[in-house]
């Protein structure tokens, strides 16, 4: 079999053939982009920008100590992802993983999950930059001004992927770069003026007023939105696999090392523009809080040319989840467990790029934007909806671990799986309960929960038909050893 560009290298075509797959997507992506999707849909810039104010509102700048936590919970996962990317790098990541060791229904249904998070969350990243825009410009943060330029970002975005994978992963690779230069180079100015002005660690851990009597412990873990919207999507590499070089053994990779580096300078980032903050009062009462702890130390025009950065960075992470999305919805639809499967299964023969899915994600991204009540509804609904996937995701792991075992891989968790997975569970369990338990959490429940009735009533009255007449889904004697075995 010879190799070619476009398809990979051997082992690569025997993976889509052994899945009884053709290759219709072009694979150009090697390390460095995979590790740069991740990154990107990880954007830690995105992530602390969007929920800083909550934090510091609710927690106070002790909050930010949630953030180490959550980065130890979601590496838990991602060490799972990677070796399921490793045994099964199919395009459709927990869509694939779950139906092939838990059963198509299970499986279709956290495809239907995936979907809608990767759908909510595009607004609520793309939120980023309406906020820097609306900083710069002295918009209010009610205006319906915000939600245009949302839109218009979504439009930019879908039109960039229209000319295909290799074209959105360039401006995704640059961006990475930037926004890793930013970030580091913010932390060390800001390291150089703590060192200058020798700013009261004690700020570090103040925290927000309370009524007497009341603890403290459960304000400060709703904290936890912040790093429980960003480190998500680290598995964003795995759902673009048919698009990799060398999947097996890049992905893997690309998911774990994404998360350490994240949640590192992530922290930094957290802990030095909390030492910057002059006016903890001010800063809370801001609409713009981070912008305006940044703009008071560096100054306006310097701070300008870091927010061009952010706008950059914030727009790679859209990009990126845009992909992820269309990805999904075209997994979905080659097994035909979507809806208009012939439609939005089709790839463009110019650009192999899976034009109908793109285009609805964009639509339906913009729709989530206009008819949402707040960016708090759209954040805090975007973090209990990956924790679900996850959750399902291990779980059908953890169960079927051993029918994996004797599948080839280039990445195993090896005697430490059950640990590793039962840790991640528990992990992923509190994280769900944290995100929904709490009152000012219960419009995300709600949304979270309209999801899953939708997913179910879709299944049981369209789906699970075709599946059980043998029309649709995957369909094996028995999928972890035929498909698993090399």
């Given amino acids: 079999m010879k190799k070619s560009p476009d398809q990979g290298n051997i082992d690569d075509q025997k993976t889509m053939s052994a899945f009884n797959y053709k290759q219709e997507l072009r694979r150009t992506i090697r390390f460095f982009g995979s590790f740069a999707i991740a990154f990107s849909f990880i954007s830690i810039t995105t992530g602390i920008f969007a929920n800083y104010e909550l934090v510091l509102d609710r927690s106070g700048p002790a909050g930010i100590w949630t953030w180490p936590i959550v980065v130890v919970g979601q590496l838990l996962v991602a060490l799972v992802f990677a070796e399921l990317a490793s045994k099964m790098p199919l395009t459709g990541y927990s869509y694939q993983w779950v139906t092939r060791l838990g059963g198509n229904g299970l499986g279709w249904f956290t495809g239907w999950i995936s979907v809608c998070f990767l759908i909510i969350v595009i607004p609520s990243v793309d939120h980023g930059i309406a906020g820097i825009v609306g900083h710069i410009w002295d918009i209010p943060d009610d205006s319906m001004q915000l939600k245009w330029i949302v839109c218009s970002v979504i439009s930019i975005q879908a039109v960039i992927h229209v000319f295909g994978v290799r074209f959105a992963e360039r401006i995704n690779s640059a961006a990475v770069i930037t926004e890793v230069v930013g970030m580091v180079g913010l932390v060390l100015i800001f390291i ?173 991204g913009m729709v989530a934007e206009i008819f949402s009540e707040s960016l708090e509804q759209l954040l805090a609904a975007a973090a209990v909806l990956p924790a679900l996937i996850y959750l399902l995701t291990v779980v059908t792991y953890a169960t079927r671990r051993k029918s994996l075992a004797s599948g080839s891989s280039h990445f195993s968790l090896g005697r430490w799986g059950g640990l590793i997975s039962g840790l991640a569970i528990l992990w992923l369990i509190s994280i769900i309960a944290i995100l929904t338990i709490p009152r000012e959490f219960h419009s995300a429940t709600k949304v979270s929960m309209s999801v899953s009735f939708v997913g179910v009533a879709l299944y049981w009255g369209l789906i699970r038909n075709r599946i059980m007449k043998g029309t649709a889904g995957v369909h094996s004697a028995n999928l972890t050893e035929i498909n698993l075995k090399k």
């Fill in 192 to 364: 150089f003026l703590a060192v200058k002005n020798q700013p009261s660690l004690g700020i570090l851990f103040e925290r927000s007023p309370m009524a007497e009597g009341q603890s403290y412990f459960p304000i400060w873990i709703m904290a936890c939105l912040m790093g429980a919207y960003t480190i998500v999507g680290f598995e964003s590499a795995a759902n673009l696999s048919e698009e990799t070089i060398d999947a097996a053994r890049t992905v893997p990779k690309a998911v774990i090392s994404s998360v350490i580096v994240s949640g590192g300078i992530g922290m930094l980032f957290l802990t030095i523009t909390v030492l910057g903050i002059r006016d903890l009062d001010a800063v809370i009462a801001s609409s713009y809080p981070l912008p305006m702890i940044i703009e008071s130390n560096l100054g306006k025009p310097v701070a300008t040319a870091f927010f061009v950065l952010v706008v950059i960075s914030i727009f790679a992470c859209g990009l990126i989840i845009m992909a992820s999305g269309s990805r999904m919805i075209y997994a979905m639809a080659r097994d035909k467990v979507f809806f208009g499967n012939t439609f939005f299964g089709r790839v463009s023969a110019n650009t192999a790029a899976p034009v109908p899915a793109i285009l609805l994600v964009a639509s339906l």
